[in-house]
């Protein structure tokens, strides 16, 4: 600030001495440029006595507290009468838009997206609160997100990141980009949620995804052989043993579908996927056993029959147990 006030000074000086001999129009511009670096110094100023002032006073929110029969509905998961009842109510002040946003969300957990877009979209409009404006936007992105309007919801996800940042939104980011096929920018979002939620499956899953799109195969398995051991929904174990056998990586699919086998129990979806990555790998004993367990739970799968009859070809085994027709 010293150095602008001091170059200021200089130019005012140099100015002074040559202002009788120019022009009109001369002065008029040396006038004009000397009152517009002043305006700037007097809004920089006017800036820094805000901040200062807002140090002195911070600005505090108030404390946010709604409960009736409608949230206590919404507790138990029954989203279609809290639904039903949250419309019914009112509340006071900011209390009232915390009321419509558990009106909100009980719409979008019941499946009443126009319903909920409107209600975060109210809220969006008279909420001055940030921490109130924050979840409208979070509402509202998942709303878009179910629409799969997904460029409108990482508007909404990056706005509610920029008034409180929560490792729900970043992740929700993470997804969104992922899916709108912007990897570098989905894997900056899941290493920023990774730091925050290390034990997250799903998240190193999808970072593997990105790291693998961007070239970095070393990290990418990495990523995902540390998901395995994290990953507890049948389904993500399932896409991850997808990945590894696509890739050739047998034995990792193997250890997916073992992890299911633990989490829960058997299917034959599961054996016909340990006995075709045990073939992969020649390792002929388990193959043929994963694969008499399957045939033995589901005899008509034409899966794992067209399986059998494509192995049958370097496989002479497989007619001598009796597995084929």
């Known amino acids: 600030m010293n150095d602008w006030i001091t170059s200021w ?14 022009s009109e129009s001369e002065q008029e511009n040396q006038l004009k440029y000397l009152e517009e670096t002043a305006g700037s110094l007097l809004d920089k100023w006017t ?38 009842t949250l419309k019914k109510e009112s509340g006071m002040g900011p209390n009232d838009e915390l009321r419509r946003l558990y009106l909100g969300f009980s719409y979008l957990f019941s499946e009443q997206l126009e319903e909920a ?41 990056e706005k509610a990141n920029e008034l409180t940042s929560s490792y729900d939104v970043v992740y929700n980011l993470g997804i969104c980009y992922y899916f709108n096929e912007v990897f570098h920018m989905a894997k900056q979002y899941f290493l920023s949620y990774i730091k925050q939620v290390p034990d997250d499956g799903e998240a190193f899953f999808f970072l593997g995804c990105c790291q693998w799109q961007s070239g970095n195969l070393d990290e990418a398995w990495t990523c995902w052989t540390t998901s395995i051991s994290l990953l507890d929904s049948e389904e993500s174990l399932f896409a991850l043993a997808y990945v590894c056998e696509w890739h050739g990586y047998h034995q990792a699919a193997i250890h997916c579908y073992k992890r299911v086998q633990e989490k829960h129990l058997g299917s034959v979806h599961v054996l016909h996927g340990l006995a075709w990555n045990y073939a992969l790998l020649d390792d002929k004993t388990n193959a043929l056993k994963s694969f008499h367990e399957a045939i033995q739970l589901d005899p008509n799968n034409e899966n794992i029959t067209h399986s059998l009859k494509w192995l049958q070809k370097s496989w002479p085994e497989i007619s001598e147990l009796q597995l084929v027709e």
């Open 47 to 84: 800036e820094l006595d805000e901040k200062i002032n807002e140090l002195k006073n911070p600005k505090r929110e108030p404390s946010f507290s709604y409960h009736s029969k409608g949230t206590t509905f919404y507790e138990l998961e029954m989203f279609e009468q809290a639904a039903r």
């Open 117 to 157: 877009k409107e209600t975060f979209l109210y809220v969006v409009q008279v909420c001055e609160y940030p921490a109130l404006l924050h979840f409208a936007h979070v509402g509202l992105g998942c709303v878009q997100t179910r629409e799969e309007r997904l460029d409108d919801a990482i508007v909404s996800f």
């Open 9 to 22: 000074n200089t130019i005012y000086e140099n100015i002074e001495k040559k202002w009788a001999f120019m």
